[in-house]
């Protein structure tokens, strides 16, 4: 049977099977389930602040229909549905969450918490999953309406998100923060900023579009440093959101901690940005 | 063929998951944020021995006890205790990851020889007693 017969089938499912590839080892993380489980409401509700406006940069980047669609809006929606839909599926299908096994505010926390990553693999699904046409008119990709500016800045935060989120909730970052010593961080910054050159500009992934040489970020370095301080942001919001860090964390603890998290976070961007430029 | 004319636009089944969609994304957030407004009571732990649980083998006793949270809010790292009533004996520690607001966990203790006390009407053995040492909060 051709997928092409029914397109807006195949767009759901494709979104579906974005979420799982997106999320799945988030699924079987044990630190998703104990934020689910320890997190409060009100903090898993604030978290989805962010989330919307994440999940509509991923929508405007890559989607999950093929070709041009104007509705954002039922997209949107359709993303966090089948987010929720895929986390709460997998967490019943594996026992996490089971009557008796765990309180229901606790297991809807855990479904909550568990979608967001669900919801952001969902609006990635085209970019995950490259379609078989090659033609890239069938990628509904409205970010490339933008200033070029303006897309790698986007593409740096949507793939630097959908990296991140799959370190930023174990208890790891925070471990090889304390782990390191001193004169590791400088090296790892080096690192982070030297791969996030190489993978742009030297690995020869995409040809850089038309324009891609001008605006504020319009040279290899300007692009490399902006998008690391960007992945740097994106680095201490995931340490807070998971309450590696608080305000009552020491400043140098919190840089060192974000350091840490960036070069995670820098090659997720870095990604995002070779993406865009396919 | 253009982008547009082959574009994968939303119609019957595009509407009907965003309608699903948007029903599971409100219950999700009107769940929450009912629980949040409503429960703020810190964390309260309770453990109680569960005598029928508990068996005896090779002259170990595997105390089952019950460490329920009745507050709203999650406790880490709680701690239990189990230890003989007066002087002497072991004292047997163990520690719960997470315990969420409402859930209840079934640990096991294994104390050496038969126990009396928190199993009521059993004269042999010695006299246990289950405390809460603490937790952190989470």
Redesign the interface.
Same mark, same amino acid.
Request: hydrophobic residues 40%; negative net charge; contains cysteine.
């Given at each position: 049977m051709s997928g092409t017969r029914? =397109?807006?089938?195949?767009?759901?499912l494709r979104a579906f099977a974005g979420a799982l590839l997106g999320a799945l080892p988030l699924l079987y993380t044990m630190e998703m389930w104990?934020h689910g489980?320890?997190?409060?409401?009100?903090w @898993?509700?604030a978290l989805?602040v962010p989330t919307v406006g994440v999940v509509l940069l991923c929508l405007l980047f890559g989607g999950f229909?093929?070709?041009?669609?104007?509705?954002l809006g @039922?997209?949107l929606? @359709?993303?966090?549905? @089948?987010g929720?839909?895929a986390s709460v599926v997998t967490l019943l299908v594996v026992g996490q969450i089971a009557p008796g096994f765990? =309180?229901l505010?606790?297991a809807?926390?855990m479904?909550?918490i568990e979608?967001i990553p669900c919801a952001i693999g969902a609006a990635l699904a085209v970019t995950q999953l490259r379609p078989r046409q090659r033609n890239k008119?069938?990628m509904?990709r409205r970010i490339v309406r933008l200033p070029e500016d303006a897309q790698k800045v986007l593409a740096t935060i949507v793939g630097g998100v959908f990296f991140a989120f799959n370190i930023a909730p174990t208890e790891e970052v925070w471990m090889m923060t304390i782990e390191a010593e001193p004169y590791h961080f400088p090296l790892i910054v080096l690192f982070s900023v030297a791969v996030s050159y190489g993978i742009v500009f030297l690995a020869d992934f995409a040809e850089r579009p038309e324009g891609f040489d001008q605006g504020a970020l319009g040279t290899p370095l300007a692009e490399t440093f902006v998008s690391y301080l960007i992945s740097l942001v994106i680095s201490l919001g995931f340490l807070y959101a998971f309450r590696h860090v608080s305000a009552s964390t020491p400043l140098h603890a919190q840089v060192q901690a974000a350091v840490m998290l960036g070069y995670v976070t820098t090659i997720g961007g870095s990604a995002g940005r070779v993406l865009i430029a396919e | 063929m $253009?982008? %547009?004319?082959?574009?994968?636009?939303?119609?019957?089944?595009? %509407?009907v998951?965003?309608a699903?969609? *948007?029903a599971?994304?409100a219950a999700?957030?009107g769940?929450? *944020?009912i629980?949040?407004i409503q429960?703020d009571e810190p964390p309260a732990i309770v453990a109680e021995a569960v005598p029928e649980a508990g068996w005896t083998r090779d002259g170990v006793t595997y105390l089952a006890i019950d460490v329920r949270n009745e507050g709203d809010? $999650?406790a %880490?790292d709680v701690q239990i205790q189990v230890e003989p009533e007066g002087d002497g004996g072991e004292v047997r520690r163990t520690l719960i990851?997470?315990l969420? *607001? *409402?859930?209840t966990s079934r640990i096991y203790v294994a104390v050496p020889g038969p126990v009396r006390e928190p199993l009521p009407g059993n004269d042999g053995g010695r006299e246990l007693r289950v405390l809460v040492v603490g937790f952190e909060e $989470?």
């Open positions: 029914y =397109p807006d089938r195949d767009c759901v104990w489980r320890t997190f409060s409401d009100g @898993i509700l989805y229909r093929l070709g041009v669609s104007g509705h @039922i997209d929606l @359709i993303t966090l549905g @089948i929720i839909f765990v =309180p505010s606790a809807v926390r479904v909550a979608a008119n069938h509904d | $253009s982008a %547009r004319e082959n574009a994968e636009n939303p119609s019957g089944i595009s %509407r998951t965003a699903i969609s *948007g599971l994304v999700l957030i769940y929450l *944020g629980h949040a429960s809010e $999650s %880490r990851d997470f969420a *607001g *409402g859930e $989470s």
